[in-house]
């Protein structure tokens, strides 16, 4: 580009007034227009976002004017410009100023952690360029107009941004949103919007809406498309951005049509249908306007890494990158890789840069999992599997290591390395445990990964270039209890404007001034001088002590305190103080500010004391339960149990009482050992073959769990331990799987929301009697509904049977799961697998069958035990026909329970004028008989006959003589007194 033309066109109204402009005659209008030519400009882009000012001036101007009047400046708007061009290629994808851009973007919510919503330009600042060095270049405002300044921040920092505007249109998602305001409102708040930032360089796309169910429930959500479309472009004529909508519904047939009226489709959680539906529309934009939703937890890590579940008894999520969400992509690598390999796609935003108040999944906490920083600003571990594919080593060179590396002897830890070189090593102690290449451009694995029983040392992560160079190193190191507080402000001067803030980040050091990075010391912070403290946040979503409080425990090592200027210059002091440590002082500086900038600025709220809310104010809380099982870690018949201690980190705690339990790698219940607890210590007995872990774990002054430790244990030579179905089973043991199935609440499983899922479990041990009845409890999205098979084994497999075609249907209460219970076509006995098939998405928890009560419930004939005799024939699994000499049927046990039973119901068919049955009941302290005699009937019929008083467990045998001629349906005693 060689000149750049800028067209301003500004309209005057000017009313008659004698006294100001006594010349002017009458009001009238008077429309400007000048064209200014820029030669050569420097080009806006992420990298150089070259800025250049527009000053627009209204002067007075005219020969009879006053002398003192003449070129007097009436009024003055300065704002900035920027020069680039902007091309969205259906096939090449994102342009900018000529070259092939990839979109790198994440998605944000408009609040700031411990600040709350309202706008902050320093801390806003600090989080756009937080995002720029992991090599983010857009950002997705989610899901609303942004602040003035964010945009003006933008153009400066070098961020493209979609701006968004409505999370919904007419139909609401809850009672008090935006629908009840859109019919009257939208026209006005679209014309505010556009005109206010359209000439903004790093402005890329309007979106018009996201997640909007209008575009999906009917017609009329094309029609509000064109009508938002016609709004955008009447005030943007020169269409500086694209509109665009971001949908979740793009599998369906009404949303594709709003997106051909956009033609920029935006995919929410969708990129399995990039491939098809560019083929089927090729002239469509595609991009991913949401993607990711992967959630972690700063410095918590659940292992193993091959077991992905939503979140623990902690209720927190996996750092490990093993915690993905029902609905999002199973890690941050499947994210990188989606759109790597499309290269037509613009790109991506991730859900989301920054965790945000709010919007917890797991959903009983406070706020969000699902950024790469968490509300303190703090950088989660998957912030660097996104820089090491975001950026390039040969300008920026990283390595990132994980996790932090203080856990229990022998215990198997998931050692995960990510760099943008294309080579990485991993040591322990100096010794090369092993190597992994990266290919960024085409390889599949773009993390290495190896498991490595824990020992005391040092872990060291080594980044190599394609020569063999080293570019990067990070290290690791074993530590122990915190012996002193550290402190580390973002920057050591502030301006006095009631606005300015410093960061400073309050974390713990051993004895030998490693990092305690799981340290949760509680600290007290006081600041004295021209300053004031404005928040206190450790990026904890279980942690209810106010960000407005003076007090507050360390997270995963590290604790954010927000220091505000006043209106004052000066000195500023810091005091943190915490039990058992020396007190540590932080002196800053407040430099005067311009007397312009502080006019009309209040900067007199601080924070107070307040409510203590996690433990207690004078605790010093638990950081570490350290197993120690000195008998080994495997089990084999000679060798059934095993003595293992926790041992506290520090001794001293206020919390000494710890949890024991055994579970599988899921944390679910294991049965394949029992632990018999007593204090710090714990008895564990093998039951059955397999892997389990040993959990321990504390409360910490909470009532939740706040704190696990594990061991893992190997059993062999005991014998299979089957499922119970007459406890409650997990969802989360599913053992087989057909379509996407992904992690549901509270250990659950989630289906496939447009497809068929199955979802199975095996080994499950029904006993000889079985059960019929199931209960499910389900979590639907909806109200509608859904339809559900249960089958015995897995469909398509030799054996598999039908077992319900049902339909579960409940008033949808929002991630609550609700039981339904099923009646199945036939029991379940012995060893079996069951199966649940859906087709549309539904959160289950698990399951239960119940347990009969035999003595007293209808049983059928075939039933029995045991049959035996000369002459007999089963029908259809449940009716014994053709009942001759000899013929017995034992049913054990049946308990009759002290009520007893003093009444028989037979169903029958008897042929002759009378069938006599003895009935014989025996136990341990001997047996009884019993005659009934059924008569003559045309078909099938009960009958009903009166019995002498039987009580307790019994044997129970039908016993037919010579003579007999029967068909025997079913039967059952009716309890004494019913």
């Known amino acids: 580009m060689q000149k750049a033309v800028l067209t301003l066109r500004i309209r005057q109204i000017l009313y008659s007034n004698p006294w100001i402009f006594p010349m002017i005659g009458s009001a009238g209008n008077i429309t400007n227009t000048q064209t200014l030519a820029v030669e050569r400009p420097r080009l806006w882009s992420p990298d150089e976002p070259h800025l250049y000012q527009l000053v627009t001036e209204m002067r007075v101007t005219g020969t009879d004017l006053p002398a003192d009047w003449h070129d007097e400046i009436v009024e003055s708007v300065s704002h900035n410009v920027g020069f680039r061009h902007i091309q969205l290629d259906p096939n090449q994808g994102f342009l900018l100023n000529g070259s092939k851009l990839k979109l790198n973007g994440v998605c944000e919510h408009h609040d700031l952690g411990a600040l709350g919503a ?27 107009m942004p602040a003035k300044e964010w945009m003006d921040l933008a153009d400066e920092m070098g961020l493209l941004i979609v701006s968004e505007a409505f999370d919904m249109w007419e139909r609401p998602k809850t009672p008090y949103d935006y629908a009840r305001f859109f019919p009257d409102w939208v026209q006005h708040d679209v014309k505010s919007w556009v005109k206010r930032d359209r000439n903004h360089p790093s402005l890329i796309m309007w979106s018009i809406g996201n997640e909007i169910y209008d575009t999906h429930a009917d017609e009329k959500g094309q029609d509000i498309t064109r009508m938002l479309m016609t709004e955008v472009q009447r005030y943007d004529s020169k269409q500086n951005a694209s509109v665009t909508i971001g949908s979740n519904y793009m599998p369906w047939e009404n949303a594709q049509h709003c997106a051909d009226i956009v033609k920029v489709a935006g995919y929410n959680y969708a990129e399995k249908y990039y491939e098809k539906h560019h083929q089927e529309h090729p002239d469509w934009i595609i991009y991913g306007s949401e993607t990711a939703s992967v959630v972690q937890s700063r410095g918590i ?35 990188i890789l989606a759109e790597r390999d499309t290269p037509f796609s613009l790109g991506q935003f991730i859900w989301t840069g920054f965790d945000y108040i709010g919007e917890p999944t797991p959903y009983h906490t406070k706020n969000s999992y699902f950024g790469q920083m968490d509300t303190a600003t703090f950088k989660k571990d998957s912030y660097y599997i996104y820089q090491a594919a975001w950026t390039d080593y040969k300008t920026k060179p990283m390595v990132h290591l994980l996790p932090y590396w203080d856990f229990s002897d022998g215990q198997m830890i998931d050692v995960r390395i990510c760099s943008n070189a294309p080579r990485v090593e991993l040591q322990l102690n100096g010794e090369t445990i092993g190597k992994h290449d990266i290919d960024h451009a085409h390889g599949r694995q773009l993390v290495g990964w190896w498991k490595i029983p824990y020992v005391k040392g040092e872990l060291k992560a080594i980044a190599y270039d394609e020569a063999g160079r080293i570019v990067a190193t990070d290290i690791r190191t074993s530590f122990g209890d915190a012996k002193g507080i550290v402190l580390r402000p973002d920057k050591e001067e502030l301006t006095a404007d009631g606005a300015d803030l410093i960061f400073v980040e ?83 500086t407040s430099i005067p500010a311009q ?10 709220m601080s924070n107070e004391d307040g409510p203590c809310l996690t433990g207690s104010l004078l605790e010093l809380p638990l950081r570490k339960i350290e197993l120690i099982s000195e008998g080994g870690q495997t089990f084999h018949p000679s060798n059934r149990q095993v003595v293992v201690r926790a041992m506290l980190h520090p001794p001293e705690t206020s919390y000494q009482e710890v949890e024991w339990a055994v579970v599988n790698d899921a944390g679910i219940d294991s049965n394949i050992a029992s632990v018999e607890a007593a204090g710090h210590e714990a008895i564990v007995t093998a039951l059955g073959d397999g892997e389990f872990r040993l959990r321990c774990t504390s409360r910490n002054g909470t009532d939740k769990t706040k704190l696990i430790s594990q061991l893992e244990y190997q059993v062999d030579g005991l014998g299979a331990a089957y499922k119970d179905p ?167 046990p049946m308990d009759f329970s002290e009520a007893g039973a003093s009444k028989l119901i037979v169903y029958g068919r008897s042929v002759v004028d009378k069938n006599t049955i003895h009935i014989r009941f025996a136990n341990s302290e001997g047996e009884s008989n ?12 009960e009958q009903l006959f009166d019995l002498e008083h039987v009580t307790g467990k019994q044997k129970v045998t039908f016993i037919f003589l010579p003579g007999s001629q029967f068909d025997f349906g079913w039967f059952r005693f009716v309890r004494s007194g019913s």
């Open 930 to 941: 019993q005659l009934v005699e059924f008569t003559r009937s045309v078909g099938y019929e």
């Open 301 to 335: 890590y659940h292992f193993p890494f091959e077991k992905s579940i939503l979140a623990d008894d902690d209720e927190q999520c996996s750092s490990l990158g093993n915690s993905s969400t029902s609905w999002g992509a199973k890690s941050a690598e499947a994210c």
């Open 595 to 604: 007397e312009e900038v502080t006019s009309g600025i209040s900067a007199s």
């Open 506 to 588: 309050i974390a713990m050091e051993d004895e030998n001034g490693h990092a305690v990075e799981n340290a949760n010391n509680r600290v007290e912070v006081h600041v004295t001088g021209v300053g004031r403290l404005l928040g206190l946040e450790n990026g904890d979503s279980t942690d209810y002590d106010p960000y407005k409080g003076r007090s507050r425990r360390l997270f995963s090592g590290k604790l954010m305190a927000i220091i505000g200027s006043t209106l004052e210059a000066g000195q500023i002091q810091i005091e943190v103080s915490s039990i058992g440590l020396e007190s540590r002082c932080l002196h800053l």
């Open 726 to 892: 007459y406890s409650f089973i997990s969802a989360g043991l599913y053992d087989y799987s057909q379509g996407d199935v992904g992690n549901g609440n509270e250990r659950g499983v989630a289906t496939s929301r447009d497809g068929e899922s199955q979802v199975g479990f095996r080994d499950i041990d029904f006993g000889p009697h079985g059960s019929d009845t199931i209960t499910i409890p389900i979590f639907a999205l909806s109200s509608e509904a859904y339809s559900l098979q249960i089958w015995e084994g897995m469909p398509g497999e030799e054996g598999s049977f039908l077992l319900a075609d049902c339909i579960y249907q409940k008033e949808s209460k929002w991630n609550v799961y609700q039981e339904e219970t099923y009646q199945l076509s036939k029991k379940l006995r012995g060893i079996t697998a069951i199966c649940f098939v859906l087709r549309q998405k539904v959160h289950i928890k698990g399951f239960y069958f119940h347990v009969g009560d035999r003595a007293f419930e209808q049983n059928f004939a075939a039933d029995c035990d045991r049959i035996y005799g000369d002459t007999f024939t089963i029908m259809d699994n449940k009716v014994v026909e053709g009942i001759g000499n000899n013929v017995s049927l034992e049913f054990d």
């Open 118 to 144: 309202a706008f902050n330009k320093t801390a806003l600042a600090r989080r756009f360029a937080i995002l720029k060095d992991m090599g983010a270049n857009a950002i997705r405002t989610a899901h609303n």
